[in-house]
């Protein structure tokens, strides 16, 4: 189901630039009982990739509105994937002055990942494909993402839930689809994304609660040593909350008490 | 005016993943009377970008097919834009094994470049935005361009004809939407590709004559000293064909023998 630029369809104009050069932004919002989850949040990094990249920003309360009309389903849980576009047109690379943005707002059901995934944790793989170094474009959620395509594309077992990320210089800094943490020499550590890799808003949320709790928290380049090393490690995005990793290519861990504190509080906000 | 996956239409599935992650290829071909230019080379191209990054290639005569069928309008000289997606759907990131491809065929007018440009050389710019590092991706013509949008957001002057993009690491690749050459010590020099840029079809042709010219011609690593100290400067695409280069950021340069002789046989090919 589709709602673009307040219209019931499931169509774009083939002229849209997210289409031609997957100029444009997107979040990928949790929905619980037709409520949009952490929508200040996502609104916030949505305008503030807007900014960033020159993109017009859809007015938030049309954006509310939409989102809340398409939510309203009667399902439970379901997930809310909202785009937005630089527009329609200009003369190649170069947009038209003033261009207005398009909003693609679609609702998906929620993926059915096995509740023991999040209690017992998940076994992970270290994928092969490489995320480039681009400072420009660290950090957001933008459309171009064939690097994330690549990497996902490189394993099928079903019970090898998400796959690492190195750069090209060999640092680690998130899964295909969700941040890292880990948890070593009693504090917590997060890749920094200073070249790469998407700021989720639950990674966000995690590195303010464990300043709550008093735990230091650093965001930092990691290396696969480090991982190996780590007490406790665990992934985090909008839909899944946190997950703690159980294994790593051979590698094992238990679930360590941080994880599980930090994974009740993400709970807990989910719930508010 | 569209031909989608055959179908005289100007809207795409929203849920196309050309649109949702810049997952696909594409191709900007010169039209000639209604006839495709360099029609083997594009699909040789486009061929093996597919098979890079594991997308399903269209049927070629098919393509041809439908090129000439839209091609085919009276227009003297014409862009034709071919993109190719790895289709709808999947699950995230990750594809459903054997999606078809979407094949989003689109007919321009050709840019209207000054005649000047041709003969007396163009005024380039530096720009600011830098291109990533990501081996994966280097040399493919593919859908993941925000770099190149950002590059060209960069200057509204008319009288600049193209932007020269360095990569993060300070070489010089290429223009935002032009391969680079420059001629020093009485030889060419292309940026060599290894690491980001897009393998151009004008690029291949312009290394292929030079050496039926018995001019040595490499792929190097090039850094704006290189450039600046360079006796000839030459930008092709598959559209402008050789823009002689007159101005760097106000450094000069004489339209010299090599770029002509080299800009008269790609003109050649385009007649023959």
Chains 1, 2 share one sequence.
Not at 227 to 245: C, K, Q, R
Not at 255 to 268: D, I, M, P
Request: charged share 25%; aromatic share 4%; hydrophobic share 40%.
């Amino acid at each position: 189901v589709f709602l673009i630029d307040g219209i019931q369809t499931d169509l774009i104009d083939a002229g849209d630039r997210g289409l031609q050069y997957g100029d444009g932004l997107f979040e990928t919002i949790a929905v619980e009982q037709g409520e949009p989850q952490r929508w200040p949040q996502h609104m916030a990094r949505l305008q503030a990739g807007c900014e960033r990249l020159g993109i017009s920003l859809p007015d938030e309360q049309t954006l509310l509105e939409e989102a809340r009309t398409l939510c309203a389903d009667g399902r439970e849980r379901t997930v809310l994937k909202v785009i937005v576009t630089r527009g329609s047109g200009g003369r190649g690379y170069r947009a038209f002055a003033g261009a207005l943005s398009h909003r693609i707002l679609s609702l998906h059901p929620r993926p059915d990942y096995p509740i023991a995934w999040q209690q017992e944790g998940i076994r992970i793989r270290v994928c092969e494909t490489r995320l480039g170094l681009q400072p420009a474009l660290a950090g957001l959620k933008h459309l171009n993402r064939l690097e994330q395509v690549l990497a996902r594309s490189e394993w099928d077992d079903p019970d090898i839930a998400e796959g690492l990320m190195l750069d090209v210089g060999g640092r680690v800094v998130e899964g295909t689809m969700s941040n890292l943490f880990v948890v070593m020499d009693g504090r917590l550590v997060t890749p920094s994304l200073t070249n790469c890799g998407v700021a989720g808003i639950i990674r966000q949320e995690v590195m303010e609660a464990a300043r709550t709790m008093g735990l230091a928290c650093s965001e930092e380049e990691l290396s696969l040593d480090d991982v190996e090393e780590a007490d406790e490690l665990f992934l985090t995005n909008s839909l899944i909350g946190v997950w703690p990793v159980r294994e790593v290519e051979g590698r094992t861990y238990r679930v360590g008490a941080t994880s599980r504190e930090l994974a009740a509080h993400v709970e807990q906000v989910k719930e508010a």
